[in-house]
């Protein structure tokens, strides 16, 4: 059974960094999709970051661009989101998901992502 494990929320001011883990396990395929959504208070959920374990691909959301960055160590089994420049509106629960790799990793629709880790929560004050 899949387990998805995030840490690293925490609160910060405008600008400033944080980085967000996400420890795997119970993916037994040699390539899976993974990737960070948010979730802010009376939004829809929100794909933000995503990558092809197997080749390292990754795809990202326009609204972070250039901010963010995501990244792995298959050697721990961990999914790393380092967000940087952070903005108010940056504010939300974080997930970590997980999906089968024999699709398009940067779909964010939620047809890929079926393993949901618990969240943790960023919050960014202006």
């Known amino acids: 059974q899949v387990q998805l494990v995030e840490s690293g929320g925490g609160s910060v001011q405008a600008g400033g960094s944080l980085r967000l883990s996400c420890a795997a396990s119970?993916?037994?395929?040699?390539?899976?999709?993974m990737a960070w959504f948010r979730q802010a208070p009376g939004k829809e959920r929100e794909g933000v970051a995503g990558i092809v374990t197997g080749s390292g691909r990754t795809y990202y959301a326009d609204s972070v661009t250039g901010r963010f960055t995501i990244s792995q160590d298959n050697a721990k089994n961990t999914l790393y989101l380092q967000m940087n420049s952070l903005k108010p509106e940056d504010t939300a629960m974080y997930y970590c998901a997980a999906g089968p790799g024999r699709f398009y990793c940067g779909d964010f629709s939620g047809r890929v992502y079926r393993y949901w880790g618990q969240g943790t929560q960023v919050t960014v004050s202006a």
């Open positions: 119970g993916y037994t395929d040699s390539s899976y999709c």
